[in-house]
């Protein structure tokens, strides 16, 4: 406590405790003048003074010098008082030092954490209990293409956000306050612009001091790009085991061609050999006969090798020489081929159906008539003994995707024999024109087009249906999609 002259800012007396705090003498006190303590300038103090005196000024911080040299930081609650007719400045001197370095301090970790905050590149942010934001950094800002002050006291709502991310971001927070611990989602949020980010959330409950939940305090990362690289990693990666699938089915294939090659061209040349030499030995014998017989042996090795040749090269030219795809509709494509076939048809008396209004497709035409072709032409020679034998061109879904089908009701194929009906010279029935290659280049055909081909058969006496998939015109994708539709 000090007692001061308003007029002169003498010290007039002190208690023992600001003797104490100012490490002088009550009689040294008492000669000193408070210009001397207080360290703002003259004219600051005594401006002082003269509102204490007038009652407008109660309060205030000054900083006091005590007498080792040091200045101390206090706060003065002082007041005029009248003693008879004269008037005194009575204050009361609390040395607030400690805590004004705390609260420095604190301000200072408060600024740098507000500029960590807003130099972070993640959006970093806190909400009270109901939801509205409480704080708000750079990052978040522009986003968002606002202003703290825009933000801070709403809700996502209240911000514009859709009403499903809404309930999206009420839900994580309703489990932060139900479990009490933090919580790491991600999300997808549209932004003002219209684009739509994915977002990396970690969600943390904020506790006040008797340890009850009183907001959350969250981190929002953009990992739009992350996504994006790690959704070309998996693209990639995919696209190499395919790669590498496809490598692998190549070498398998090219070892059964190698081997098929070899066996099937070496089974003429073998005949070609055996009969020359025989011819030899019948022109020695003079046996005209044996000669002509002989011969006409060598010139059906002959055609079966210049046969397999030719199935070998067209095989071969399958993908390597490709002419530019058009959209065509199945249904023409099927009616040209069953146009070329009409002899065999008609001799051997098959009544043929075709579904009308099939898709339209994006195909090498003419390579995509040799499928149809060599299906119909598969089923004229497999028909047996049907007596009324029918072949049905047509379409049906597989789900949303339309699969075309050839069926006949022929002798139909053993299951077990399925998948080796495509491999290249493969003949079930050896005494039946042909090399075998036939649905092998079926199936180049229509992999080549990216499209797959199986055939389904119950057994011998059941017919046979081979099912493939082509693929359709962009235009007429949606349009023709449902064409055909409930006819299987």
């Known amino acids: 406590m000090l007692m001061l002259d308003p007029w002169t800012g003498t010290i007039l007396d002190v208690n023992p405790a600001a ?33 204490i005196s007038e009652g407008s000024l109660q309060y205030f911080v000054a900083p006091h010098r005590i007498s080792d040299g040091s200045v101390r930081t206090v706060e003065i609650h002082s007041s005029p008082i009248s003693v008879g007719s004269r008037q005194y400045l009575f204050s009361i001197i609390h040395d607030i030092t400690d805590r004004k370095k705390a609260e420095e301090a604190l301000r200072e970790n408060e600024e740098r954490l507000r500029l960590v905050n807003d130099s972070s590149k993640d959006s970093i942010y806190s909400y009270d209990r109901a939801g509205r934001f409480t704080s708000a950094n750079r990052k978040l800002c522009e986003n968002m293409h606002m202003r703290p002050d825009q933000i801070i006291g709403k809700t996502h709502e209240e911000l514009g956000f859709p009403r499903e991310i809404c309930r999206e971001w009420d839900a994580l927070h309703s489990r932060v306050y139900t479990t009490d611990i933090s919580l790491t989602a991600e999300t997808k949020t549209p932004m003002p612009d219209g684009a739509v980010h994915d977002y990396e959330v970690v969600l943390n409950p904020i506790h006040d001091s008797t340890g009850a939940i009183m907001g959350i305090s969250g981190i929002t990362r953009d990992i739009t790009e992350r996504k994006a690289i790690e959704a070309e990693r998996e693209r990639l990666a995919r696209q190499r085991e395919a790669l590498i699938t496809d490598l692998e089915q190549k070498n398998a294939e090219l070892e059964r061609f190698t081997y098929t090659v070899s066996h099937d061209l070496k089974s003429p040349l073998i005949t070609i050999r055996g009969f020359a030499g025989l011819v030899e030995e019948d022109i020695r014998n003079n046996d005209t006969a044996a000669v002509k017989r002989d011969l006409d042996r060598i010139d059906a090795a002959t055609e079966k090798m210049e046969m397999l040749l030719k199935d070998l090269l067209n095989l071969s030219r399958i993908g390597r020489i490709v002419n530019p795809p058009e959209n065509v509709s199945f249904t023409e494509i099927a009616q040209e081929a069953i146009e070329l076939l009409n002899a065999p048809l008609k001799k051997r008396e098959v009544t043929v159906t075709i579904y009308p209004d099939m898709p339209v497709v994006s195909v090498d035409r003419g390579r995509v008539r040799e499928v149809v072709t060599n299906l119909v032409e598969n089923a004229i020679k497999f028909m047996g003994d049907q007596q009324h034998p029918e072949i049905h061109i047509g379409v049906h879904e597989d789900g949303n995707r339309p699969v075309f089908f050839i069926r006949d009701n022929g002798i139909g194929i053993d299951p077990r024999y399925h998948e080796r009906i495509f491999n290249l010279f493969e003949k079930l029935d050896v005494l039946k024109e042909g090399s075998g290659a036939g649905l092998a280049i079926v199936k180049r055909i229509i992999e080549v087009h990216g499209g797959t081909i199986r055939v389904e058969s119950e057994g011998p006496g059941k017919g046979t249906t081979f099912l493939f998939t082509l693929p359709l015109a962009l235009t007429a994708e949606t349009d023709t999609h449902n064409k055909g539709k409930g006819r299987e």
């Open 19 to 51: 003797s104490a705090f100012y490490g002088y003498p009550r009689d040294v006190l008492c000669t000193m003048k408070i210009g001397e303590i207080n360290q703002l300038s003259p004219e600051e103090v005594a401006r002082l003074r003269r509102e």
